[in-house]
């Protein structure tokens, strides 16, 4: 027997990832953080728990990385500053907005908090990037915009937290003006 | 036997509702959010699991006691609007810096997103009153209170999860001019 005619050998790689990903979000959503086990996750997606360790060493890296492609590269579109930081925190609040994103988030935080290598994880995969490319897109020091970020999404996770809904249109308004006067 | 002879006996209740608390705080400084479990916390604070679940009836609500307990009443001093603003600001961002409070903290709201009766528990028990006794003394709507609540502590949480520490001095005062914004 070839493996290759075996029931699911030779899926691409790309389609497993996309799979598991999507399995993580559904399971946080309806398990919450700490109940979307790596047992849990894996049912979910149909593959082995070993399948999940090969990929991801830890469920925080699963989740880390299932943001970054929740995520997506951020939309620095607008014809001027206050344009692309408005467009870039509707675009965070939306994607916040998605079934499991939120919960995902703020859980990985959590547990960041006492678990250094997750930090560091953490840092390395979500935050510098955006961090980045923002300040390029911003022109401003990245003092100023790790301030920035963690206004934008803090607030947004903390309405999640407390109300259970993301935040209504017209609050992520209030916030992009508020965050405008921060570089003024 | 009398029972008031026997050891521990006698003891307030005040005075094991201290220690639960202070353990539970240890506990999830010790082992994070996730890994500080019920049975855990009555290990360090020397009583039955029983006895936590008679006064608690889950990890969520012992937390958010303990979480009211830390905080305590907000200090609402200052002369004006800005000052009272400012030093309630500075107050969370103290509490938040303790051991064990950012993580216990952002560890409540993250259950809390999946867990409606949690989401209940933490808003009668932590933020309602908190909201109300802070637009009595700003004279605010509810919106902008509940708005600001969200982007002080959200900010907090956030910087905690990111980088592992406390948010330094001057962002902190950079978040007070931020907010002040929002009244004008």
Redo the contacts between chains.
Sequence with gaps: VQESTSPGAGRPRADVTAEVFAATLRS????????ATMDRIAVAAGVAKTTLYRRWPSKGALITACLVDAFGPAPLLGEDRDAVLANAIRWGAERIAEPGV??AF??V????????AL?GI??NEL?APYLRVLQDALGESE?RVR?V???A????????????EP?AAD?VE??IA??R??FR
């Design positions: 946080v959503h309806e398990f919450g953080y700490a109940g939120g919960a703020a859980g935080f959590t547990d960041a908090v006492s678990d250094p930090r953490l840092w935050q003092q301030f970020i963690d206004v999404m803090g607030t947004l996770l903390h309405r999640m937290g407390i109300s259970g935040m609050d209030a916030l508020m965050v006067g921060v």
